[in-house]
């Protein structure tokens, strides 16, 4: 996946995956929702030079009509989201 020694694997959910990436606008609204994205860094060394958030991500009851929305992608160092 990446051609380098060290990675940073980040997931975003719900609220933070609509803040940084993007938002939902659905025409009928959800049951139950769960969005979640991931982004890997690729690093030279495993020495960070920002902090981690720790994800929050809840377990999911489906029921009626549920969206699971997911995704990724690979991000240089120079574009961090924070």
Known sequence: MI?????????????????????INLSTQP?????????????DSP????????????TLNRFGFTVVEWGGSIIPQSQVIN
Request: proline share 4%.
């Open 3 to 23: 051609k380098k020694e060290y990675a940073l694997i980040q997931f975003l959910s719900n609220d933070l995956y609509a803040e940084k990436i993007a938002e």
């Open 31 to 43: 049951d139950a929702m769960l969005r979640l994205y991931m982004y890997a860094m690729p690093l």
């Open 47 to 58: 020495q960070l030079d920002f902090t981690l958030v720790q994800p929050e991500i809840k």
